[in-house]
Antibody
């Protein structure tokens, strides 16, 4: 059974940093693209970043480019999101998601339960 | 302002058929397939339709998708109270080099 478990969320001051983790199990982690998406309170979904399994290529939304860094440790089956220079508008539930198959990057077939990040003074 | 445009709300009565539209451009829907997600209250999104018209295993055939040009649609037939949820379309965008979502449509079963 595919499982994704996010952790690392919490309250942080504007300008601060936070690192999110997503522990994966039930599949060959290194073969799949995995992504972060977020949802601000009462708002819609927003894609944040994707890292491919095949070659480690990374992609970022313009809203986080230069501030967030996605990475993966295939030996630990874990996805990360390093978030720096956080802003109040980054407040959201952050989800990790796995692609449907090993060849695609934008079909999010499996999702974690999410972790809440609150940026406030 | 979302890159993909969806109506903010839709509604129907039990047993009815409803459709939700998703409008984009040549750089996203016009060039790539569309995925649809269902988000029940307080839960993570669930992939409902991929490749514009394919259902993952376990998704009832009451849900169907289509795409034409730079627009896509999600149709739900035999509407049930359990279908009350938020629905999002998503696609890859070549100009942004990333995934774009619609703003979401809140479906109410009257």
């Amino acid at each position: 059974e595919v499982q994704l478990l996010e952790s690392g969320g919490g309250l942080v001051q504007p300008g601060g940093s936070l690192r999110l983790s997503c522990a994966a199990s039930g599949f060959t982690f290194s073969s799949y693209a995995v992504s972060w998406a977020r949802q601000a309170p009462g708002k819609g979904l927003e894609w944040v970043s994707t890292i491919r399994g095949s070659d480690g290529s990374t992609y970022y939304a313009d809203s986080v480019k230069g501030r967030f860094t996605i990475s993966r440790d295939n030996s630990r089956n874990t996805l990360y999101l390093q978030m720096n220079s956080l802003r109040p508008e980054d407040t959201a539930v952050y989800y990790c998601a796995r692609s449907l198959d090993t060849t695609t990057r934008a079909r999010f077939a499996y999702w974690g339960q999410g972790t809440l990040v609150t940026v406030s003074s | 302002q979302s890159v993909l445009t969806q109506p903010p709300s839709a509604s129907g009565t039990p047993g009815q058929r409803v459709t939700i539209s998703c409008s984009g451009s040549s750089s996203n829907i016009g060039s790539h397939t569309v995925n649809w997600y269902q988000q029940l209250p307080g839960t993570a999104p669930k992939l409902l339709i991929y490749s514009s018209n394919q259902r993952p295993s376990g998704v009832p055939d009451r849900f169907s998708g289509s795409k034409s040009g730079t627009s896509a649609s999600l149709a739900i037939s035999g509407l049930q109270s359990d279908d009350e949820a938020d629905y999002y379309c998503g696609a890859w965008d070549d100009s942004l080099n990333g995934v774009v979502f619609g703003g979401g449509t809140k479906l109410t079963v009257l």
